[in-house]
T-cell receptor
Framework: SQQGEEDPQALSIQEGENATMNCSYK?????LQWYRQNSGRGLVHLIL?????REKHSGRLRVTLDTSKKSSSLLITASRAADTASYFC????????????FGTGTQLKVEL | NAGVTQTPKFRVLKTGQSMTLLCAQD?????MYWYRQDPGMGLRLIHYSVGEGTTAKGEVPDGYNVSRLKKQNFLLGLESAAPSQTSVYFCASVPTSGYNEQFFGPGTRLTVL
């Protein structure tokens, strides 16, 4: 498995604005996943993008993947206070027990 | 379905004491994982299991042992707790090898004094 590194480490925006978080990784992947963690809670899966996909949407979430640059981005549109959380990317290589390695995350704060 | 549950939710230990954390899932998932999360850090994999009766080491296995005697349960043991093991422990599960999303439990907050 390999670790994703999220950028920025912290992001503060106003409700209604868009939030963009980036993820970089080092080696070839099978897929890349994004998770959300509310304070003191377990992680919740948001979206998965496979290595042969370039963009994927789910509700207000848009994920892009550029395998040539080994990077991904997560866009949350029209953010809400309830989106306040930490966001982690988890690149996954093929095989190996489906292990994931998480970076330190992006702490998003959406203010009213 | 209760999903993934963890017992206990909180625990305080003294250095040298032992304890077992229980992870249970009622979704008939094959794969299970134990992670630890330290302040300001991502999750680090301790041990994992790809099926009943199997276990394997993750990124930070030292000081921990695990067992998967029943498919629905994954136990994490600390034989002699150390302050460095103060952390929040998360369990996760995955249905099968072809399924990628991990389902997480609510966590166990452990303090070792």
């Amino acid at each position: 498995s390999q670790q994703g590194e999220e950028d920025p480490q912290a992001l503060s925006i106003q409700e209604g604005e868009n939030a963009t978080m980036n993820c970089s990784y080092k080696t070839s992947i099978n897929n890349l996943q994004w998770y959300r963690q509310n304070s003191g809670r377990g992680l919740v899966h948001l979206i998965l993008i496979r290595s042969n996909e370039r963009e994927k949407h789910s509700g207000r979430l848009r994920v892009t993947l550029d395998t040539s640059k080994k990077s991904s981005s997560l866009l949350i549109t029209a953010s809400r206070a309830a989106d306040t959380a930490s966001y982690f990317c988890a690149p996954s290589a093929a095989g190996g027990g489906n292990k994931l390695t998480f970076g330190t995350g992006t702490q998003l704060k959406v203010e009213l | 379905n209760a999903g993934v549950t963890q017992t206990p939710k909180f625990r305080v230990l003294k250095t040298g004491q032992s304890m077992t954390l229980l992870c249970a899932q009622d979704m008939n998932h094959e794969y299970m994982y134990w992670y630890r999360q330290d302040p300001g850090m991502g999750l680090r994999l301790i041990h994992y299991s790809v099926g009943e009766g199997t276990t394997a080491k993750g990124e930070v296995p030292d000081g921990y042992n695990v067992s998967r005697l029943k498919k629905q349960n994954f136990l994490l043991g600390l034989e002699s707790a150390a302050p460095s093991q103060t952390s929040v422990y998360f369990c996760a599960s995955v249905p099968t090898s072809g399924y990628n999303e991990q389902f997480f439990g609510p966590g166990t907050r452990l303090t070792v004094l």
